[in-house]
């Protein structure tokens, strides 16, 4: 160790005496101007030194100061920005969230608020540019933008309406303040323009918010003499709220400007006669001039229609000016104008369209006819037409649109003629209406053999009638052949008129069509003999009899398909039989007797029946369980004997009878009768279970979990059925038969029993050898 301290201290000295060389080599002036610098070096005392260095150090520390204020900051701003961003970030997910929840709700990204339409039909008004068989609708739409993207608006069909004066408004907040909306060109603005697209005018922007559409559109004004109608149609979307529609028409003869209170006109106005409007479920109110805001001597209606209708239609008869001040002379001017009207209905032409489905059943052949009617006039006051042919033909109702009433004039026998007479409202203002006439004719039962005359509507009074026939049979025992057909030609079933031909479930065999209503039409008719069928049969009959000691349950159950079935008939029921208990489709009901012997029961079936595949006329499915018990003589330890099982006989073809016999494991048993005489340890057809129609009524919670379980939950109340049940575990020995297809048949077992026999005990080895040396004890 004292040698290597030597060794450094060697080495640091002649480090240092290098240095120092070194430095004294450089300090040395080598040339003129490191001499003249030398010769200019300054001399300063301690202080001054110790203070120019100390400014020196000041001056580092400031820079050093100034530069960590300019890190910090610029981390201050790279932080504020980086918070900026976080913040922009979040709002962007948040409005993201927000537009994908819109567009979860919203595909389409708008949703058309309102629609309205305020229309006015004015033919006196030459200003306004529209003629005078054309009305005018100011169309108003409100819809919402959803997200601030390219969103397409469809606004109407440009092939099937006729519109001008397109308006286009913006409102970003959800304000409904109309001061608060900005006029848009929708022309020439980048971001909310017009366009046409498929034959539609859309609108298309990447704005959100409120837009006001509006546009005008036009509708020619229908005139057929003096009933006037005005259609709009083809909008795109349902007209919400209450539309208006003012009629002006009546200033086409005596044109009356609107005048100060006081003046000769001030009272009169526009009476409107007779409106009705299509939807029919459309609620037309006429605005008195109180409630009209401008009384401009024109009627003001409002329409307030279903939220679903897009279209409408309005007819009125024509408008009159009458005087306020002579209310009381308008009732005579309103018979008159009927009077007018029946005159005019007399002189207008009449068309009908004669649909008529004939249908034979057993004694009777029914008929429904379906009238059109159209007229050239305006509106159609009555109709007469002839019911010709049949046998004791009789009309049963007469329905339609419309309709006030009807009644029939005298039968002609000798003609077999009854006239028919209906009469229409004063309010109908359709010049089309449609009738449907239910006859009745009567046929011969007893005959074998005869001829059908179908009858046959012959309208009175008409231009031309025109018709198709078809003819359906319901009677499955009756063969129809043509047997007369003059006038008619044979037609396709699918010519007849929809309402009749998709109303029934039978085929159309028969089919006609005739351009004059005096054409005849026979069939023969051949009624064979209908055969009697089965109304019930039984699918299944289990049979379970348990013998105990000194008693015997019988347990019937029967699974059955009937269709007009009342009671179900069981026969071979002991007279001492007791203690009943009967439950039929899960409800218990009581047994009756009757029949044809003393040992039959009566099962009532219209128990606990599903109604509706009842009334249907189906075959509906039915459970019974009975059960009852019979005494006998109790089987002694050690004895032998017989039993004889008589199984109750069901009156219907069974397709399965299965028997199930348990009997005490103390004897013996042997078998004899109609299943065998060995009975087999497993049943070879799985026995069914008994159902029920009836439904659960508990009350439940609404968030509760439905399970398996909840198909055994017993229902307590009336429907509960009280009966015995015993394990099959436990209680005797099983011994199962079964039968195929068994019809009116008496079935039977019997059952002989003994005592077992001895069970031989194991021989020993010495026995053996005992046996094989001949030796005996």
Not at 546 to 571: A, G, P, W
């Amino acid at each position: 160790r004292t040698r290597t301290q030597s060794s450094t201290d060697t080495m640091a000295s002649k480090i240092t005496l290098f240095v120092m060389v070194l430095l004294a080599y450089t300090s040395i002036p080598t040339t003129s101007a490191d001499r003249e610098m030398t010769k200019s070096e300054v001399k300063m005392n301690l202080d001054e030194f110790e203070e120019i260095f100390s400014s020196a150090r000041l001056n580092e520390a400031e820079q050093r100061v100034r530069e960590q204020e300019q890190r910090h900051a610029a981390e201050h701003q790279r932080k504020l920005k980086e918070l900026d961003e976080a913040i922009v970030r979040a709002k962007t997910k948040t409005e993201h969230a927000r537009i994908a929840d819109h567009l979860a709700l919203f595909p389409d990204n708008y949703k058309v608020l309102t629609q309205r339409a305020d229309g006015l039909f004015n033919a006196s008004a030459p200003s306004s540019g529209v003629e005078g068989d054309v009305a005018s609708f100011d169309i108003e739409l409100m819809i919402r933008i959803m997200s601030p993207k390219w969103t397409t608006i469809p606004i109407a069909n440009t092939s099937s309406i006729v519109a001008s004066d397109w308006k286009l408004s913006w409102m970003h907040n959800s304000t409904d303040n109309s001061t608060n909306y900005m006029q848009v060109d929708p022309f020439t603005d980048p971001e909310a323009m017009f366009l046409i697209r498929d034959d539609q005018m859309v609108l298309a922007t990447n704005r959100t918010g409120l837009f006001r559409v509006g546009f005008t559109a036009y509708s020619r004004v229908r005139k057929d003499r003096k009933l006037n109608s005005v259609s709009l149609s083809s909008l795109l979307y349902p007209l919400s709220g209450a539309s208006t529609i003012r009629l002006c028409a009546g200033m086409r003869r005596n044109r009356i400007n609107t005048m100060a209170s006081g003046s000769p006109s001030a009272h009169k106005r526009f009476a409107v006669k007779e409106l009705s409007i299509n939807p029919a479920s459309a609620v037309l109110k006429v605005l008195s001039p109180d409630e009209a805001a401008n009384d401009d001597g024109c009627a003001k209606i409002q329409l307030i229609l279903p939220l679903t209708a897009n279209k409408f239609e309005i007819r009125w008869l024509d408008i009159n000016m009458i005087d306020a001040a002579k209310e009381q002379t308008t009732l005579k001017a309103d018979r008159e104008d009927d009077g007018i009207r029946a005159q005019d209905a007399e002189d207008s032409l009449i068309t009908v369209s004669h649909d008529v489905m004939h249908t034979v059943e057993e004694g009777v052949v029914r008929s429904t006819n379906i009238l059109q009617f159209k007229t050239s006039g305006d509106t159609l006051s009555s109709v007469a037409f002839m019911v010709r042919g049949g046998r004791g033909t009789r009309v049963t109702s007469v329905a339609g649109y419309g309709l006030a009433r009807w009644t029939t004039g005298a039968y002609n026998a000798t003609e077999s003629v009854l006239p028919v007479y209906a009469y229409f409202k004063s309010s109908n203002l359709d010049s089309a209406m449609t009738l449907q006439v239910d006859t009745e004719s009567d046929t011969d039962t007893a005959a074998k053999q005869q001829t059908l005359e179908l009858p046959r509507i012959e309208c009175m009074g008409v231009l031309r009638q025109s018709g198709r026939i078809g003819v359906i049979k319901h009677a499955n025992n009756v063969e129809l052949h043509q047997s007369k057909a003059v006038g008619l030609a044979r037609a396709e079933p699918s010519e007849i008129a929809s309402q009749l031909r998709l109303n029934t479930d039978r085929p159309i065999f028969l089919a006609y069509k005739y351009l004059n209503p005096n054409y005849q039409l026979h069939l023969s008719s051949t009624a064979h003999a209908a055969m009697d069928t089965l109304e019930a049969v039984a699918d299944r009959v289990h049979y379970r009899v348990l013998v105990m000691e000194s008693h015997v349950m019988h347990s019937l159950l029967v699974m059955m398909k009937s269709t007009k079935l009342q009671y179900l008939e069981i026969r071979g029921i002991p007279a001492e039989a007791s203690m009943f208990t009967l439950i039929v489709n899960g409800v218990q009901t009581k047994p009756v007797r009757g029949g044809d012997g003393d040992d039959a029961l009566l099962i009532p079936l219209l128990v606990g029946l599903n109604t509706e595949m009842a009334n249907d006329g189906l075959g509906v499915k039915s459970s019974i369980e009975l059960r009852y018990f019979v005494t006998h003589d109790a089987l002694g330890v050690g004895e032998q004997g017989s039993l004889e099982l008589q199984l109750p006989r069901v009156t219907l073809p069974i397709s399965v009878v299965t028997v199930e016999l348990r009997l005490p494991k103390s004897h013996a048993y042997n078998f004899t009768g109609d299943f065998g005489r060995n009975g087999s340890d497993t049943l070879k057809y799985p026995v069914p279970s008994a159902f029920t129609y009836v439904k659960g009524k508990r009350v439940v919670r609404k968030d509760y979990k439905f399970s398996h379980l909840d198909d055994v939950v017993e229902e307590s109340g009336k429907d509960s059925a009280i009966q015995m049940n015993i394990p099959k575990s436990g209680s005797g020995q099983p011994y199962f038969f079964s039968r195929l297809l068994v019809v009116d048949t008496k079935l039977s077992l019997r059952v002989e029993y003994f005592p077992p026999p001895a069970t031989p005990t194991a021989s020993t080895l010495l026995d053996n050898f005992k046996s094989f040396l001949g030796v005996n004890g």
